[in-house]
């Protein structure tokens, strides 16, 4: 048991330990704020029709720097595919047919998950038949969100989508005829 001398010797020393640390966190000036990062920018949409294949892309023409796309593809007599990708994205190479999904997050809550695979280095694939159920899902892309590769592809970054309004439309009524519900 110390005694009150021993103890206050204790304390003196203790404070003039921490008393130079905390001054000098006192005379530091106050960190600034980090600039808030700007929202990531909205991919937007360009619609594209032959007789045999409707097309819809989603990216950035305007920005360069961006190459990340989500390109949809329907053919008369065959399915949909997606194909998701970022040829810059310093992702390590794998060969194809590794597995992946694409994880979608809409807008309005909708959401979907569909089986893919590595199609080459950065870019994931799948395709699915041209039926009522793809084309939920297709629409639901239409609303808005977030598209994000994931298993295998996981590090590609996120491509967000603004609704596709037109182009979703007409990408919507070119499937449905080629498809011949």
């Known amino acids: 048991m ?10 003196a020393r203790l404070a003039a330990l921490f ?11 106050a960190p600034t704020p980090v600039a808030q990062q700007a929202a990531p920018s909205a991919a937007s949409w360009q ?46 190479p794998r060969p194809p047919g590794i597995a992946a999904a694409l994880h979608f997050i809409g807008n309005g809550h909708d959401g979907w ?31 808005g969100g977030t598209l994000i590769a994931t298993g295998s592809a996981r590090t590609l970054p996120p491509l967000s989508l603004r609704p596709a309004e037109s182009e979703g439309a007409a990408f919507l009524a070119c499937a449905e005829r080629l498809a011949k519900f």
């Open 2 to 11: 110390l005694t009150s001398n021993a103890r206050l010797a204790s304390n």
């Open 19 to 29: 008393l130079p640390l905390l001054a000098a966190a006192c005379a530091a000036p």
């Open 47 to 92: 619609f594209a029709e032959t007789p045999e294949r409707c097309t819809l892309r989603a990216g950035f023409p305007e920005d360069e720097d961006n190459p990340t796309t989500l390109t949809l593809a329907a053919e008369r007599g065959g399915g949909m595919s997606f194909v998701f990708s970022n040829t810059d994205h310093p992702l390590a």
């Open 113 to 143: 998950t569909i089986p893919a695979a590595i199609e080459a280095p950065r870019v994931v694939n799948t395709e699915l038949p041209l039926n009522e159920t793809t084309l939920a899902e297709a629409r639901a892309l239409f609303g």
